[in-house]
C-alpha cells in the first residue's frame, strides 16, 4: 500500500481528540495529506453500528458486541481506509483494532484469540503500520472524563473496574505488538504530548 496507516488508542479521557486535532493541524501545515477517520464509524453502515454499539438502553452480549465491532471494521476498512492508503495518504484512525483487543479481549474476558479471530479480517489485510497509545491511568482519565459531562454512551459509562481492565489490556498489547505500539505518557502540557506523538511518528517513519 503507497500510504501510511496510524492509529491513535487509549482510555476515555485521555486526551486522544485534542492530540488528533493537534496532529492534523502539523499535517496541514507540512503538507502531508491526511485522511482521519475512527471508530465504531466512517462509513455510513459503520455509523449504523456504531448507534446501536454507544446504545444505553440495549444490553448486548460481549460476543455480540465484539463482533458488531468487527462487522463495522470491514465496512471501514474496503470502503474508507484501503482506498485512501491507494491514494498514497496518511490514514489516522481514532481507535481501531488494539480497541477491540483491549475492551472487548480484556475487559469484558472474551480473550485475545476469540477478538482475534473474529477479526482475521482486519488482521489479514489492515493492520497500523503504527499506533500510539495514549498511556494514561483510567483512575485519573476516567474520572476526569465524568466530572466534565454526563455521558449517554454505553462504554463510556461502564464501571472504572472496567476501564481499568482496557488500560491493562492496552498495556499488555504495548508489550506484545512492541514493534507497532508506541506508548506516550501525556505531560500535563498538551502541546509537549503533541511534540512526543509527533517525534515517535517520524521516528516511526510513517509522518515528515
Ligand atoms: P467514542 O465516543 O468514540 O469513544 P472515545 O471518544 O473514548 O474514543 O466511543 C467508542 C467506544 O467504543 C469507546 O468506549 C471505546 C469502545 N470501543 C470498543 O469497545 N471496541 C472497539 O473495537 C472500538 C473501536 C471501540
Known amino acids: 500500500m503507497k500510504g501510511k ?6 482510555c476515555e479521557g485521555v ?20 485522511f482521519f477517520t475512527r471508530e465504531p464509524g466512517g462509513t455510513p453502515v459503520a455509523e449504523a453500528i456504531r ?7 440495549l ?23 484501503i482506498p ?13 483494532i488494539d480497541s477491540s483487543l483491549a475492551y472487548q479481549g480484556f475487559a469484558r474476558n472474551l ?22 497509545f495514549i498511556d494514561m491511568d483510567p483512575e485519573f482519565s476516567w474520572r476526569r472524563q465524568k466530572g466534565n459531562k454526563i ?3 454505553r462504554l463510556e459509562n461502564e ?13 499488555e498489547l504495548a508489550k506484545v505488538f512492541k514493534d507497532r505500539i508506541i506508548k506516550i505518557v501525556p505531560d500535563i502540557d498538551k502541546n509537549e504530548t503533541h511534540r512526543r506523538i509527533v517525534e515517535a511518528l517520524k521516528n516511526k517513519g510513517v509522518i515528515k
Do not use: W
Not at 5 to 10: A, W
Not at 20 to 34: D, F, H, I, R
Not at 51 to 57: R, W
Open 15 to 34: 486526551g486522544k481528540s485534542t492530540q488528533l486535532n493537534m496532529l492534523k493541524e502539523y499535517l496541514e501545515k507540512t503538507g502531508q495529506e491526511a
Open 51 to 57: 448507534k446501536i454499539l454507544l446504545d444505553q438502553s
Open 111 to 132: 480473550g485475545l484469540d476469540f477478538v482475534q479471530t473474529v477479526n482475521k479480517y482486519a488482521f489479514d489485510v489492515c493492520m497500523p503500520d503504527c499506533t500510539i
Open 5 to 10: 496507516f496510524i492509529t491513535l488508542e487509549g
Open 84 to 96: 485512501n492508503l491507494e491514494q498514497g495518504k496518511i490514514v489516522i484512525s481514532d481507535r481501531y
Open 151 to 153: 455521558s449517554n454512551d
Open 59 to 81: 444490553t448486548i452480549e460481549p460476543k455480540v458486541e465484539a463482533m458488531l465491532f468487527a462487522t463495522a471494521r470491514i465496512s471501514h476498512i474496503d470502503e474508507v481506509i
Open 159 to 171: 464501571k472504572l473496574e472496567f476501564h481499568k481492565g482496557c488500560y491493562i489490556g492496552f498495556t
